[in-house]
């Protein structure tokens, strides 16, 4: 993979403002790292399940982008496993398990920071043929 694939999926806005760092970007798989704050948390101080899938769709969006070429998400399901529990950061690892046709099939777990698995995830993303760059509105 090119060095300026990893770097354009670093600069995503959104990751930035959630607090998600992409670790890690090979060929058709991600790792990204969010560190919990009071932000993240909802009215039971809990982690916002909201958050959770935020972390594991940046991780997607990495993984799926991966290739060089745009892709965007056509359809993603999250199963919560268990609660976080008081945990500093959250970690989800994606990688692609298929593919069909432009369509290429991820399957995406979050953990905790003592290993345990407290999400799951099963997405989909069309691939394009378009480069990376092309359009893209990051800074």
């Not at 300026?4 to 403002?17: G, L, Y």
């Not at 998600?20 to 790292?33: T, Y």
């Not at 745009?70 to 199963?79: E, G, K, L, Q």
């Not at 979050?110 to 995830?121: C, K, M, P, Q, T």
Request: charged share 25%; proline share 3%; hydrophobic share 45%.
């Amino acid at each position: 993979m090119d060095d300026s694939v990893f770097e354009a999926i670093k600069r995503d806005p959104f990751a930035e403002r959630m607090g998600v760092e992409v670790l890690l970007v090979e060929e058709g798989r991600a790792v990204a790292r969010m560190e919990i704050s009071d932000s993240h948390r909802n009215f039971l101080g809990m982690v916002h399940g909201g958050a959770i899938f935020s972390l594991a769709d940046v991780a997607f969006s990495a993984a799926a982008n991966s290739w060089g070429t745009r892709a965007m998400a056509i359809h993603i399901t999250i199963d919560y496993l268990a609660a976080p529990g008081d945990t500093p950061y959250l970690e989800a690892e994606v990688r692609k398990t298929g593919r069909a046709g432009r369509a290429c099939h991820y399957g995406m777990q979050v953990r905790n920071s003592s290993g345990e698995v407290i999400a799951v995830l099963s997405g989909w993303a069309y691939q394009t043929k378009k480069d990376l760059a092309e359009g893209a509105t990051y800074p």
